[in-house]
Nanobody, 120 residues
Framework: QVQLVESGGGVVQAGGSLRLSCSAS????????MAWYRQAPGKQRDWVGT???????NLADSVKGRFTISGDSTKNTVILQMNSLTAEDTAVYYC??????????????WGQGTRVTVSS
Protein backbone atom coordinates (compact mmCIF):
# COMPACT_ATOMS: atom_id res chain seq x y z
CA GLN A 1 0.00 0.00 0.00
CA VAL A 2 2.89 2.33 0.78
CA GLN A 3 4.92 3.41 -2.22
CA LEU A 4 7.89 5.67 -2.78
CA VAL A 5 7.74 7.76 -5.92
CA GLU A 6 11.09 9.01 -7.18
CA SER A 7 11.97 11.55 -9.82
CA GLY A 8 14.85 13.67 -11.01
CA GLY A 9 17.27 11.15 -12.41
CA GLY A 10 18.92 11.69 -15.74
CA VAL A 11 22.13 12.36 -17.59
CA VAL A 12 24.29 15.34 -16.69
CA GLN A 13 27.80 16.49 -17.44
CA ALA A 14 30.52 16.42 -14.84
CA GLY A 15 30.32 19.49 -12.64
CA GLY A 16 26.61 19.77 -13.13
CA SER A 17 23.76 19.44 -10.70
CA LEU A 18 20.75 17.24 -10.27
CA ARG A 19 17.86 17.22 -7.84
CA LEU A 20 16.28 13.96 -6.80
CA SER A 21 12.93 13.82 -5.12
CA CYS A 22 11.18 11.00 -3.34
CA SER A 23 7.70 11.07 -1.90
CA ALA A 24 5.99 8.41 0.17
CA SER A 25 2.40 7.79 -0.73
CA UNK A 26 -0.29 6.56 1.57
CA UNK A 27 -2.09 8.73 4.06
CA UNK A 28 -1.61 6.21 6.85
CA UNK A 29 2.16 6.05 6.48
CA UNK A 30 3.97 8.26 8.97
CA UNK A 31 7.64 8.55 8.15
CA UNK A 32 10.29 9.01 10.78
CA UNK A 33 13.34 8.43 8.59
CA MET A 34 14.07 8.82 4.91
CA ALA A 35 17.33 8.08 3.20
CA TRP A 36 19.08 7.80 -0.11
CA TYR A 37 21.26 4.93 -1.24
CA ARG A 38 23.05 4.35 -4.50
CA GLN A 39 24.39 1.38 -6.36
CA ALA A 40 26.92 1.60 -9.15
CA PRO A 41 27.30 -1.22 -11.65
CA GLY A 42 29.09 -4.18 -10.11
CA LYS A 43 29.16 -2.62 -6.66
CA GLN A 44 27.15 -2.94 -3.48
CA ARG A 45 24.44 -0.55 -2.50
CA ASP A 46 25.94 2.29 -0.49
CA TRP A 47 24.33 4.72 1.88
CA VAL A 48 24.33 8.34 0.72
CA GLY A 49 22.39 10.34 3.26
CA THR A 50 19.63 10.31 5.83
CA UNK A 51 17.14 12.75 7.22
CA UNK A 52 15.31 12.02 10.44
CA UNK A 53 11.94 13.28 11.58
CA UNK A 54 13.61 15.97 13.65
CA UNK A 55 15.39 17.26 10.52
CA UNK A 56 18.74 15.86 11.61
CA UNK A 57 20.72 15.00 8.50
CA ASN A 58 23.76 12.87 7.83
CA LEU A 59 25.75 12.44 4.65
CA ALA A 60 28.36 10.00 3.52
CA ASP A 61 31.88 11.38 3.41
CA SER A 62 32.00 10.84 -0.33
CA VAL A 63 29.27 13.41 -0.92
CA LYS A 64 29.76 15.89 1.91
CA GLY A 65 30.19 19.40 0.63
CA ARG A 66 28.53 18.55 -2.66
CA PHE A 67 25.19 17.00 -1.76
CA THR A 68 22.50 18.17 0.59
CA ILE A 69 19.54 16.27 1.89
CA SER A 70 16.34 17.88 3.03
CA GLY A 71 12.78 16.89 3.63
CA ASP A 72 9.23 17.93 4.21
CA SER A 73 7.71 15.72 6.86
CA THR A 74 4.20 16.96 6.16
CA LYS A 75 4.52 15.63 2.63
CA ASN A 76 6.70 12.62 3.47
CA THR A 77 9.20 13.86 0.93
CA VAL A 78 12.97 13.78 0.81
CA ILE A 79 15.14 15.80 -1.56
CA LEU A 80 18.69 15.05 -2.55
CA GLN A 81 20.36 18.07 -4.12
CA MET A 82 23.48 16.93 -5.94
CA ASN A 83 26.07 19.47 -7.03
CA SER A 84 29.53 19.22 -8.53
CA LEU A 85 28.74 15.81 -9.89
CA THR A 86 31.50 13.51 -11.04
CA ALA A 87 31.57 10.27 -12.94
CA GLU A 88 31.92 8.46 -9.61
CA ASP A 89 28.41 9.59 -8.75
CA THR A 90 26.98 7.54 -11.59
CA ALA A 91 24.63 5.00 -10.05
CA VAL A 92 21.07 4.01 -9.53
CA TYR A 93 19.79 6.00 -6.59
CA TYR A 94 17.26 4.42 -4.29
CA CYS A 95 14.97 6.10 -1.84
CA UNK A 96 14.35 4.41 1.48
CA UNK A 97 11.79 5.25 4.13
CA UNK A 98 11.00 3.95 7.57
CA UNK A 99 7.82 4.73 9.36
CA UNK A 100 4.65 3.37 10.80
CA UNK A 101 1.16 2.53 9.66
CA UNK A 102 -1.96 1.45 11.45
CA UNK A 103 -0.98 -2.18 10.90
CA UNK A 104 2.75 -1.90 11.47
CA UNK A 105 4.78 0.13 13.92
CA UNK A 106 8.00 -0.25 11.96
CA UNK A 107 7.85 -0.47 8.20
CA UNK A 108 10.66 -0.10 5.69
CA UNK A 109 9.91 0.79 2.08
CA TRP A 110 12.21 1.07 -0.92
CA GLY A 111 11.71 3.04 -4.07
CA GLN A 112 12.15 1.64 -7.53
CA GLY A 113 15.39 3.52 -8.11
CA THR A 114 16.24 6.37 -10.44
CA ARG A 115 19.28 6.31 -12.67
CA VAL A 116 21.87 9.06 -12.54
CA THR A 117 24.54 9.16 -15.21
CA VAL A 118 27.34 11.70 -15.08
CA SER A 119 29.30 12.05 -18.28
CA SER A 120 32.94 13.09 -18.23
Amino acid sequence: QVQLVESGGGVVQAGGSLRLSCSASGSTFRVYLMAWYRQAPGKQRDWVGTIHSGSLTNLADSVKGRFTISGDSTKNTVILQMNSLTAEDTAVYYCNARGSTYDSSDLEVWGQGTRVTVSS
